[in-house]
């Protein structure tokens, strides 16, 4: 196959491809044939554009985290509601504005910081840190390419950055720490009742009529998602490195050329022990934690046991209950110069006193692994697939080329393509526009597909170069554009809604009557007889009081106390029931606080706050932009 492709390359005249150029930027521009394919907007932010295909992105990674998160409980379609699509493309525009702002007031992401970001992440690492074929195929099995990520994440720091400036500037006094404590505290004796539901589902009714009407005036909630079925053509760069023969003595001479790449760090296992102490520390507590530091050296001369004295005079919590044990670390973990220091240190003999930016240490050494030199029998297929990936490279990215070429030139079918590479046209199943499986979980391969070129005009797309290992070109076979499904499919779903609706009315209609009654003072007990429901005490309830709805709650703590004149307040709870109530009693105690505890609340509160300030920056944000939504576009 090689040998063809090559053949076919040089068969393509130079005055064609010129021809070709020179056709193609006097029919189109120059600026539309290198933008390339249209794209719809669902929305527009000051002047640019949110794609259609930004917003299939953002509802492919929801249904991945909503695929995580519920598991078995996933149910597809669940980002088919229109009011889940308007909050995706909300966030968006939050995103794009976030982003401008920053961008306009100075903020930067240097390649550096993203780099050490990446690098950090713990699902791209292995047990010698990070590893970028682990990185690269994580992100290919995701559908991700490594710049759009990258491009995400560098986006993402931008705006983290704005918003722990704006966290980092509210400050909380010891007055409102008292004052939340002192509501915290608060507790009441309440008095209420419940009218469940289920007691009015059986008098409400929902009419054929009223089904037809909500089928028509809300057809966009039952319309099918658009889709595609694509033909596509593959080039894969371990199909041509397959091709490659490598023998024994070529291995052989580059393991040895390359060893330092197969040489596992050596690490330590070490106990230490810490006396605290900061740089910007005076004198005397320099002094006096060098003191303390140089006696604990002095009592391990004298034969006291390491572990122990650890035990009893570290201030590094967290390994003193462990007789100062840090387990095996390697080099780039630890305070540098603790690590130069146990790095030197023979197996088992303590150090001096060793300063680093924690305090003073003393190390023990218990465990040394020396670097290690993976065999070659470990390594030989690493080196192999390397070697004949490198050989195999030039072929593969001039048959790329060649197979571009070939595409462009019969734009109306790939069989040509195929019979002149030898390559096997595949199909997928049908996909919307926030992707499929396989191939089609890919965001360019994605892109492409829904190009208005491609999807409506039926050419092949350009070659798709994924993590420059693998090139496929596309063609749409088949397109479903989004359809109201019909009535009879929807009826029963309709049916639940507007059922659930009348009783959730139903039920709210009557306690309204019920609160109505109760604030001109008449007693209800008797009509309370056929609606399953019944007065209810509680005392010295909490505002997290166990077994009370959260909203009921939160409105109980808003509302006065009065045992001689009691307020009656109504509630409608998310799951539809209705809750009459009234406060009788307050008491106001402070809740008891410890000074960690007091600090840990401030902190909360200084968090909420910075939340708080947060969502009037992207307020604010809003009021200034000018910012256009088409919901139409949204599939």
Not at 257 to 274: C, D, F, I, S
Not at 283 to 300: C, H, P
Not at 585 to 610: D, F, I, S, W
Request: no cysteine; charged share 25%.
């Amino acid at each position: 196959m090689l040998v063809d492709i090559r053949r076919n390359i040089q068969k393509v005249a130079a005055t064609a491809i010129i021809g070709l150029l020179v056709l193609a930027f006097a029919s189109w521009g120059i600026a539309d044939y290198i933008t390339g394919f249209t794209q719809v907007r669902v929305a527009s932010v000051n002047g640019k554009n949110i794609t259609d295909q930004a917003f299939a992105n953002a509802r492919q990674r929801q249904e991945q985290r909503y695929r995580s998160q519920l598991g078995d409980n996933y149910q597809a379609g669940m980002l088919d509601d229109p009011l889940m699509k308007m909050a995706l493309v909300q966030e968006l525009i939050d995103g794009q504005l976030r982003i401008e702002d920053a961008q306009a007031n100075g903020y930067r992401v240097s390649p550096s910081e993203l780099t050490r970001t990446i690098t950090e992440i713990e699902v791209f690492q292995d047990e010698n840190g990070f590893n970028r074929e682990l990185y690269q195929d994580l992100l290919q099995r995701q559908g991700l390419s490594i710049s759009r990520f990258e491009k995400d994440l560098a986006d993402s720091l931008l705006t983290d950055q704005v918003r722990l400036g704006l966290s980092a500037t509210t400050l909380v006094t010891d007055q409102e720490v008292e004052h939340l404590l002192k509501l915290q505290g608060e507790q009441r004796d309440i008095r209420f009742l419940v009218l469940p539901r289920e007691s009015f589902a059986a008098q409400v009714d929902v009419s054929d009529e009223a089904i037809n009407e909500f089928y028509t005036e809300h057809s966009d909630r039952f319309k099918t998602n658009e889709q595609v079925r694509i033909e596509y053509l593959e080039l894969i760069l371990d199909d041509f490195a397959a091709q490659v023969t490598v023998d024994q003595q070529e291995i052989e001479r580059l393991y040895n050329e390359q060893k330092n790449e197969y040489l596992v760090p050596g690490q330590r296992r070490a106990n230490h022990l810490l006396i605290s102490v900061t740089d910007d520390a005076d004198d005397a507590e320099q002094e006096a934690a060098l003191r303390k530091i140089s006696d604990l050296k002095n009592q391990l001369a004298e034969g006291a046991d390491f572990a122990a004295l650890a035990k009893e005079h570290s201030e590094d919590l967290g390994s003193a209950r462990k007789g100062g044990d840090l387990g095996l670390f390697g080099r780039g973990i630890m305070d540098p110069e603790f690590e130069a220091a146990a790095f030197e240190l023979p197996l088992n003999e303590v150090s001096d006193p060793v300063r680093s930016a924690f305090g003073y240490h003393l190390i023990q050494v218990t465990e040394i692994v020396p670097e290690t030199l993976k065999p070659l029998a470990e390594v030989k297929d690493e080196i192999s697939l390397r070697y004949r990936r490198e050989q195999a490279e030039a072929a593969y990215f001039d048959a790329t080329e060649a197979l571009q070429e070939t595409v462009y030139e019969q734009p109306d079918s790939l069989q040509p393509a195929a019979d002149q590479f030898g390559l096997t046209i595949k199909q997928s199943s049908l996909f919307p526009r926030f992707g499929g499986e396989g191939i089609t979980a890919n965001s360019e391969v994605i892109e492409q597909a829904f190009s208005e070129d491609v999807r409506l005009s039926g050419q092949n797309s350009p070659v798709i170069n994924i993590e420059n290992s693998r090139s496929v070109v596309l063609r749409v076979v088949e397109h479903q554009p989004p359809a109201t499904r019909p009535l009879a499919e929807v009826r029963d779903s309709i049916h639940e809604i507007l059922l659930e609706e009348a009783t959730t009315d139903a039920v709210k209609s009557r306690g309204e009557q019920l609160l109505e009654k109760l604030a001109q003072g008449e007693n209800i007990d008797e009509e309370l007889s056929g609606l399953s429901a019944e007065w209810q005490q509680r005392e010295a309830v909490t505002r997290s009081q166990p077994g009370l709805p959260p909203a009921l709650l939160a409105e109980i703590f808003r509302m006065p106390a009065d045992s001689n004149n009691p307020v009656f307040q109504g509630l409608s709870l998310d799951q539809g029931d209705y809750v009459l109530y009234t406060t009788t009693r307050l008491y106001e105690e402070p809740l008891t606080a410890t000074a960690e505890e007091r600090q840990q609340l401030r902190l909360n509160l200084e968090r909420l706050r910075g939340d708080i300030a947060y969502i009037g920056y992207l307020k604010h944000l809003r009021s200034e932009a000018d910012i256009e939504i088409f919901p139409e576009n949204m599939q």
